[in-house]
């Protein structure tokens, strides 16, 4: 049985889990943004295990695990920090969208 992950780490996948949603909410995800989420996911040093069962979904085209709202809400500015390096130079309505509703649901004011 794996340890628990230490919160930080917990935080990290969950952002890891959003970005996949935003890459996607425009039913197709580009190569720059598998890279930009993969250079993320180094960043936070997103343990390969956890990184390697949301590519699969991708793959496989199986739903992505939704992220944790909860976690996601102790740092909003993070998350959205890394929401904007996603989408920019790039952006899709879907995503542009998909940011408006992230704010929202971390209780952050436009």
């Not at 049985?1 to 889990?17: C, D, G, N, T, W």
């Not at 959003?18 to 960043?43: C, K, N, W, Y």
């Not at 956890?50 to 992505?64: F, V, W």
């Not at 998350?79 to 879907?94: K, M, N, P, W, Y």
């Amino acid at each position: 049985m794996a340890a628990p992950l230490p919160p930080e780490a917990q935080f990290h996948i969950e952002v890891i889990k959003l970005l996949l949603q935003v890459a996607t909410s425009d039913d197709r995800v580009t190569r720059e943004e598998i890279d930009s989420i993969i250079d993320t996911a180094r960043g936070f040093s997103v343990p390969l295990t956890e990184l390697s069962a949301l590519t699969r979904c991708l793959q496989e085209g199986h739903p992505l695990p939704p992220p944790n709202l909860g976690i996601l809400r102790e740092d909003p500015r993070a998350v959205l920090d890394a929401v904007h390096t996603l989408i920019a130079g790039h952006v899709h309505e879907s995503e542009i969208a998909m940011a408006r509703q992230i704010r929202e649901l971390l209780g952050i004011a436009p």
